[in-house]
């Protein structure tokens, strides 16, 4: 079936105001003709997109799985178009990146502030999500490239690692009397556990470490993003593992307590992850370069 981009574009416009009398103006157009045209596309695809209302229209659930595809090439066709007009004007494009948490406050922030010290007129974008999430963007074209904290599973991305960095057990001020000494994980299995919830590889990760060091610990309270770790455990919810980097300015300050243990926490790498299926633009090659080169 050949495409009428035109048709595509029009939708795109009315999916995004949910206004054709908005999206019609929008595209220098009429509401006659965005409607015959939405209709016309409703019959090619043999499905129904919109739902209209006094107020406007709204998106079916097939019109929000076309949209979430439209937007993807729209915004990629944005990003191209701006990088082929940078080539013969100051400007040099944009990037599109996704990053967890982690691995934006142990690497990317420092490695994109240099970056754009070298390059300021790059237009950056950071979309800040789970791995899954990430991985899932990645996949359907959204992002440029993405940075992530293992452990994660993509047998069809390329994978450099970045940094290695450790976490250690820390507590609250309430648990003072844990840092005086070093404990066998078994002998705080006794103590509230803050950690992340089922179905993320970091519970898996701390639940495997735990096996292995014969200890039964299950967290009794579960953050649903690892930056609300450090906020749950200095506010004496329990004990848990977070980044030392992360860690190291609080203990400083005796806003945390180390836990020292008999054994280490595993360790863990911050990863660049970019489909190889996929031409880069040039902005994203000399992004991916720079965070390669950096430490």
């Not at 250690?168 to 006794?190: A, C, P, V």
Request: hydrophobic share 40%; with cysteine; glycine share 6%.
């Amino acid at each position: 079936m050949d495409i009428n981009f035109e048709h595509y574009k029009i939708f795109y416009y009315a999916a995004k105001y949910k206004n054709i009398t908005h999206a019609a103006a929008a595209m220098g157009s009429n509401q006659p003709n965005v409607t015959r045209i939405l209709k016309l596309l409703e019959a090619e695809l043999n499905c129904k997109l919109f739902l209209r209302e006094a107020r406007g229209i709204t998106l079916t659930r097939e019109g929000e799985r076309l949209y979430e595809h439209v937007q993807i090439a729209v915004t990629q066709l944005q990003n191209a178009q701006e990088e082929l007009a940078a080539q013969s004007s100051d400007e040099v494009g944009t990037v599109e990146i996704g990053a967890t948490e982690t691995a934006l406050h142990l690497f990317l922030l420092d490695a994109l502030h240099g970056f754009k010290e070298l390059h300021p007129k790059v237009r950056i974008k950071i979309q800040n999500h789970t791995t899954p999430e990430i991985l899932k963007k990645l996949a359907y074209g959204s992002l440029d490239f993405a940075v992530l904290t293992t452990p994660f599973e993509c047998r069809k991305f390329a994978v450099t690692d970045l940094i290695t960095f450790s976490e250690i057990l820390t507590g609250g001020n309430q648990y003072q009397e844990l840092g005086k000494k070093s404990w066998d994980l078994r002998e705080l299995e006794m103590y509230p556990w803050v950690g992340l919830g089922k179905g993320t590889a970091s519970y898996e990760l701390y639940q495997a470490f735990f096996f292995e060091q014969h200890a039964q610990i299950e967290p009794d309270t579960q953050a649903a993003t690892s930056d609300l770790l450090i906020p749950l455990i200095q506010n004496n919810f329990g004990i848990g593992f977070v980044p030392k980097m992360m860690a190291q300015p609080l203990l400083e300050a005796h806003m945390l307590v180390r836990v020292p243990l008999k054994c280490r926490a595993p360790e863990r790498r911050i990863c660049l992850v970019a489909d190889r299926g996929r031409g880069a633009g040039r902005v994203s090659v000399e992004l991916q370069k720079y965070l390669r080169g950096i430490f």
